[in-house]
């Protein structure tokens, strides 16, 4: 089956860096890769949608100078948040279309970003 | 625009149990419809889809769907729970059309499965 990872799967730092958020389609390509925000016991938020090649569209609300989204090939998206904040902890999950079926995507496994 | 509500956040059943959880949605084009799951500090697992045709699914871990359009609604049932049960579970809709692949996310469902 189509697998996604994530790497890190935990980060942790200090309040104004900036963390990059890998997601990769081992097994598949994907044109499509979607970024979304988990809170704890909470439903997960689409930030951005991502298409290689092209720059990303970010959901009403997002920041994009914040959170800097790359789609450099077909198998590869990256976030980066930028000047991460305490409020910017939170589970960050990605997940890619396969082009199969119908719009099935498969989600990777999660980050989750700390920020002290 | 498309939306999802789960009726109830926190379900409880015994192992054994029947499973209920309910999803209902608003589309304004024909929807296709999925379940997944989440355990703790991962990603989501697709339980199952409806896309078109059938309008019972059955999906992995004897979990079944069923999609009534009368009724705007796609529960989520399995006949007996198991202790491995016990997760986060989210419905979604995507309408497949113009926001091609964008799900929308109900709020949630947290099982708890007690012996």
């Known amino acids: 089956g189509a697998v996604v990872s994530q790497h890190p799967s935990r980060v942790i730092c200090k309040s104004g860096t900036s963390v990059k958020i890998e997601c990769r389609s081992l097994d598949f390509q994907a044109t499509t890769m979607f970024w979304y925000r988990q809170f704890p016991k909470k439903s997960l938020m689409l930030m951005a949608t991502s298409n290689e090649g092209s720059k990303a569209t970010y959901e009403q609300g997002v920041e994009k100078d914040k959170f800097l989204i790359n789609h450099a090939s077909l198998t590869l998206s990256t976030l980066t948040v930028t000047s991460a904040h305490p409020e910017d902890s939170s589970f960050y999950i990605c997940?890619?279309?396969?082009?199969?079926?119908?719009?099935?995507?498969?989600f990777g496994p999660g980050t989750r970003l700390t920020v002290l | 625009a498309q939306s999802v509500t789960q009726l109830g956040s926190h379900v409880s059943v015994s192992e054994g149990a029947l499973v209920l959880l309910r999803c209902n949605y608003s589309?304004?084009?024909?929807?296709?419809l999925f379940w997944y799951v989440q355990y703790p500090n991962q990603g989501l697992q697709l339980l199952l889809k409806y896309t078109t045709g059938a309008t019972l699914v059955k999906g992995i871990n004897g979990f079944e769907a069923e999609f009534k359009k009368s009724e705007t609604s796609f529960h989520l049932t399995k006949p007996s729970a198991h202790m491995s049960d016990a997760a986060d579970y989210f419905c979604a809709v995507c309408d497949g059309g113009t926001s091609y692949g964008k799900l929308t996310f109900g709020q949630g469902t947290i099982l708890t499965v007690h012996p």
């Open positions: 997940s890619a279309l396969t082009g199969l079926g119908y719009n099935e995507q498969f």
């Open positions: 589309s304004s084009v024909p929807p296709y």
